[in-house]
């Protein structure tokens, strides 16, 4: 194929760089696959076309919307996946590798999206937490709220997941409200290009919401201020010297970094050589230096097992990895691909040379390798190399050196107390994986080394069909970790969208917050006029539009009747002495669920109209006990709205249920599905 000549897509246009052109190779055969420079560009251009075109226009939609564009665009990069795939073996990626990072971005985009639409507003502003009340007549409180930043995102991505890498930090950017400059790493940038490229063409983006850097970032860095975040993956030498940059350091500009790290692997203390468990440890650690060919953040480094199985698991993984073939990943009986670059496989030997002078290979050869593919004789590749290091505790290397490939080190433990110390030696971590089906264990190792990891995986035998494996990160779980991988976290779900937001602690009075918020809440104002709250449609209901019910009067029929209806005789409904003895009750009391039916009966309009289903309850709380001759009434009130679609949305209603003397029974959230 010709070379790809590579554009930045800046202010809106697709720009070539002008001149500095540099030659990105196929890491198969060495040729070359694409040119880029990003020379000529305006960096502060393009961060003022951001903050003044970008971001405005993504915080004129909702949570809602922007979750429904995020879905969209990784629909579109689903469709056109295979124009992705025709690029990606020149990664040195085979397809099931390319599978994790261009169908997994594209899966990314609808996870996050879909956790969103579930549990974000269909507003600009999300409300954290309780409302505080600070004064003691409550007329002045305080409700904790994220907004926007008014900044731009600066995401510089590793060269390992090209689409993957990009699509993770994008989809909590995007919906957070701020615009986003993606730097890839240029070794595969001619992939990351494409997948940008698909999106742009999409038109589903507000212009100047994102822009892409396919060369050197120049003086990009020089323009940032307190409203912006810059998110990183790579090394930890490099994000040394990112956050040392005079701007970050002005002006205090939010860093998260995702660095490369350590991860172990722990075969537990109750597993034997012919136990399930040994076998699923064996084969992640031999998949996780496989994958990528071991080009991964997540990758398994340190594989420790208890003293007595150390030989067995050498051996067993030595014949796993013995039947990895390798070479150009086209092929289809090719199972591991190339390193990215000559470059990296250089640094990866370098790395091995190191690990040497404390522990033996014993499998593999760093320098020489069979490789299959013709055309591949001269590609990055390497083979995969296992070292034993039988003396770990006074080891430094091994727990500080990272070989950035299919490298790993196994080492033997002596009890659990010395596992769970080596295993913390990485400095902090990524992820660990526990092979164990002990709770117990698991106990442990999660109290004394969760500290350390930013995931923990037990995998045994119960679950491992349906587990995700050690090295994978999922969209609704934190991808981060403390120490040497970086101590930042990303995904998790809507956590990582509130990483591009700010946090406020807002005061005010009750009818102030319920408005910033959008949200109704205790003592906030109330609407009690005619027409009943189940009157209105979902685009005419408004927050704090109430109903205060007559009082029903609740008798010892009614709760009999209830008793044998449903079959719920427990004493404290039916028989009057054992409830007295019970300090919680004076005497019989009425069912809580009979509370709530009574409940219903009171406010529920019963002619069709906008309520077309009862969703749920959420937050159900009894409080005090309702005695036979006790009268109930209900007050209920719209809390919060929130768009499910062009037909109907999701309203919440606080109610609260009180008796005669005015104390609260019980309080509950219900949830409706009204008709626009």
Not at 312 to 325: G, P, V, W, Y
Not at 435 to 458: K, L, W
Not at 474 to 496: N, T
Request: net charge negative.
């Amino acid at each position: 194929m010709s070379a790809i000549i590579l554009e930045n897509y800046a202010l809106g246009e697709w720009k070539t760089g002008e001149s500095d052109l540099t030659e990105i190779r196929s890491a198969v055969t060495g040729e070359t696959v694409a040119t880029t420079s990003s020379s000529g560009l305006d960096f502060k251009a393009m961060t003022d076309y951001a903050r003044k075109v970008g971001g405005p226009a993504l915080r004129k939609m909702t949570f809602q919307e922007r979750a429904a564009m995020v879905k969209a665009l990784g629909l579109i990069v689903m469709e056109k996946k295979e124009e992705l795939y025709a690029l990606n073996h020149h990664t040195g990626a085979t397809r099931k590798d390319g599978w994790i990072d261009i169908e997994g971005g594209a899966g990314t985009f609808l996870s996050i999206a879909s956790k969103s639409k579930r549990e974000l507003p269909n507003d600009i502003v999300i409300p954290d937490g309780a409302v505080e009340q600070i004064s003691r007549q409550g007329t002045f409180m305080a409700q904790h709220v994220y907004t926007s930043l008014r900044g731009v995102a600066v995401h510089i991505n590793a060269y390992n997941f090209p689409v993957w890498g990009m699509m993770e930090k994008l989809a909590p950017t995007l919906i957070a409200g701020l615009p986003a400059i993606v730097k890839p790493a240029t070794a595969t940038a001619y992939l990351c290009e494409a997948a940008f490229r698909i999106m742009i063409e999409s038109g589903l983006l507000p212009k100047g919401a994102i822009q892409l850097i396919v060369g050197s970032t120049g003086d990009l860095l020089d323009h940032l201020s307190g409203q912006d975040v810059v998110s990183f993956t790579g090394s930890a030498a490099t994000a040394s010297k990112l956050k040392s940059h005079p701007a970050i350091i002005r002006e205090s500009v939010r860093f998260v970094a995702e660095q490369d790290s350590l991860n172990a692997s722990m075969l537990g203390p109750d597993a034997t050589a012919d136990s399930p468990e040994f076998d699923l440890f064996v084969k992640e650690v031999v998949r996780e230096m496989t994958v990528k060919a071991g080009q991964k953040c997540t990758a398994i480094r340190r594989a420790l097992v208890p003293l007595a199985l150390l030989d067995a698991a050498e051996k067993a993984i030595s014949a796993r990895l013995a039947k990895t073939s390798l070479g150009d990943p086209a092929l289809e009986e090719v199972r591991m691909g190339a390193l990215v670059s000559q470059s990296q496989r250089d640094d990866v030997r370098e790395k091995i040379s190191v690990l040497a002078g404390e522990a033996e290979i014993v499998f593999g050869d760093p320098k020489t390798a069979e490789i299959i593919g013709d055309d591949a004789q001269t590609g990055a590749f390497i083979s995969p190399i296992l070292l034993r290091c039988d003396n770990p505790w006074t080891a430094v290397a091994v727990h500080e050196v990272e070989a950035f490939g299919p490298v790993s080190t196994l080492m033997p433990y002596k009890n659990f107390e010395d596992a769970i110390d080596l295993c913390n030696r990485g400095g902090g971590s990524l992820v660990m994986s526990l092979f164990t089906r002990d709770p117990q264990v698991a106990r442990e190792v999660v109290a004394n080394s969760g500290a350390f990891h930013g995931r923990i995986a037990v995998i045994n035998r119960d679950n491992a069909k349906e587990s995700t494996g050690h090295g994978s990160p999922l969209p609704v779980l934190v991808h981060g970790g403390p120490g040497r991988a970086g101590g930042g976290e990303e995904l998790g779900g809507v956590r990582g969208v509130k990483h591009y937001m700010q946090r406020t602690a807002v005061q005010g009075s009750p009818a102030i917050l319920a408005g910033v918020t959008g949200t109704w809440f205790k003592d906030a104002p109330v609407d009690a006029s005619d027409p009943h709250p189940f009157r209105y449609s979902f685009t005419d209901l408004e927050i704090g539009k109430t109903i205060n019910t007559e009082a029903r009067t609740i008798t010892l029929d009614d709760i009999e009747q209830f008793a044998s209806f449903t079959g719920d005789n427990f004493y404290a409904h039916m028989d009057d002495e054992a409830a007295a003895a019970n300090p919680f009750f004076p005497g019989r009391v009425a069912h809580g669920y009979l509370i709530l039916s009574f409940a219903a009966g009171l406010f529920v309009d019963p002619a069709p109209g906008p309520v077309l289903a009862n969703y749920g309850l959420d937050e159900l709380r009894f409080l005090t006990p309702v005695s036979p001759g006790d009268a109930i009434k209900v007050r209920l009130t719209a809390k919060s709205k929130k768009k499910r679609n062009d037909e109907y949305g999701e309203v919440k209603w606080d109610v609260l249920v009180t008796n005669q003397n005015d104390e609260a029974v019980a309080t509950y959230e219900l949830l409706t599905m009204n008709a626009h």
